[in-house]
């Protein structure tokens, strides 16, 4: 009788169902494009010291303002720093702040949904109205500033970014929340006087994953816009370290004789977001078939 | 429908407060109030003087007072003083604020005429070639930062082919012509990014619509495919996207911000960014609060307009 489990799982799919998200998605090219293009992305950053023999950082005038030649591939900035190096380590970066914020929006606004579409009533009601507020705000313009008060820096753009998504992920979460709550197995779990932290963690998440997996995937290419325009306006990293966003501002100056210091930079951040939302498109189709894209 | 008006005028009222609220709070709880931005770093000040000018800013009563002051100002059209200049506040964003209005105006505009025949066409035309190219355009246009394409149009039309000018703002009164050539290009860089947005929205809910069996029956009674997609399709395909077009109005305005900085037009946006720049917190308090007040009244406006072309919303 003690070993009677107190949590009743989710139902156990089929095994064809298992396998068909997966197959769904490698064979959409689309989805699997996105993840050969972020998988190059982290790669890239992760291994960047290896990838390339230049400093991201160490001055080099004499080199200053080139195109693309066999010694810099994608040319040199107005410092003479090597442009293909400093992509390489501002993915860094951006992907790190991306995620990291994007990680935070999952945990507040996530947990947030959680207890609001489980409790419903006046938690519901207060956590779905500071999302509300939230939501008032054009995201950049509340991310922009939360940054004025806080001050520039990379901990405070981790912050600014991750409380302006930390709404939608409040929104997911409880949607998702609500429409297995009242699924039997959730009730089933409930009746055999099981705990509420275990029936959300063990039978109520499982069930809602798919929407935040999604969500997570799509926030990340908006993360890494808003950070690239919050670099952009010089309220991101602060120099000498390198970000793509602060990358394409300081190349700007310099557009008429050296377009590439800032198109490179911002071909790589649209390259990223790119992977981002194919990746994103992919997994909704392959996840939840009801969403998918027509 | 005055029920439906009333009801959400009403509902608009805890967004606006919290709006103000959070701006306030921002103004009030991190370090570093009105007074140390004015002192600077100035480090020869004494305590006594410090404890003076908060007196003289009413930084000394509790803050649901400071609150109330400063709302019941706010509501009068007082927005407080630029720190640096002395200005008023509110009179500076009024001489701004047709700058912001023009560039977001003009890209949407921009981005519904864009919008409207790519996503119908890419419906229409589903799995050829137009529909092909529309989704090339959407996911560019979802996957290109404003700020990038607005320095890429400068690079082509400006820098290149010498068409437009890069930079400047000319008012509309001293010079409509000139004032149309530079909002051009700023107005192309929001205008592009929110017809890829609304081109997506517009494609699937054509294809969606199309599937309805009142368009089968369109089709059945022999009428033409232009009259069935354009009188009968359209109209409906339209309800989700004026939602989606007020929803992206607030990226339109977060945009601006970024936009008049790339293009150094003195809107609302770079009225804001200039007060982060010099510290001085009223101004970015006002230019903020302005925005976001404005994205608020547009959410309102966009469910008027949705109550008008779907008689349901407001009987449901």
Redesign the interface.
Known sequence: MADLPLVVPSPPRRRSDRWRGPVLFLTRSAGGLGLVLVLAAIFGAAFAPHLTPYDAITLNPPDRLQGPSSSHLLGTDQLGRDTLTRILYGGRVSLGVAGSAVLFALLVGGTAGVLAGYYRGWVDAVIM?VT??LL???????A???????GAGLTNLVLAIGIIYTGPFARVARAAVMTVREELFVEASRSLGSRDWRIVLLAVLPSAAAPLIVEVTLRL?YAI?AE??LS??G?GAQPPTPSW?MM??DG?RF??LS?WA??AP?LA???V??GF??LGDGLRDALDPRLK?? | MLVFLGRRIVLTVPSLLGVAVIVFLLMRFIPGDVVTGLVGDAQDISPERLAELRRMFGLDLPVHVQFGQWITAALQGDLGSSIRTGRSVALDLSLRFPVTLQLTTMSLLIALALAFPIGVMAARYRGRWPDYLGSAFVLIGLSIPNFFLGILLILLFSLQLGWLPPAGYVPFAESPVENLRRMVLPSLSLGLILAAATARIMRSTMLEVLGRDYVRTARAKGLTERTVTLRHALRNALIPVVTVVGLQFGSLLGGAVIIEQVFSLPGIGRYALEGINLRDYPMVQGAVLVIAAAFVLVNLLVDVIYALIDPRVRYG
Request: net charge positive; charged share 10%.
């Open positions: 109205r509300d507020v008032s705000f054009p995201a950049v313009l509340l922009i500033a939360l940054i004025a008060f806080l290419a816009l690239a325009s952009f306006l309220l966003g394409v501002a700007r557009l008429a377009p800032t198109v911002g951040i649209m390259v977001v790119l939302n194919l894209s027509r």
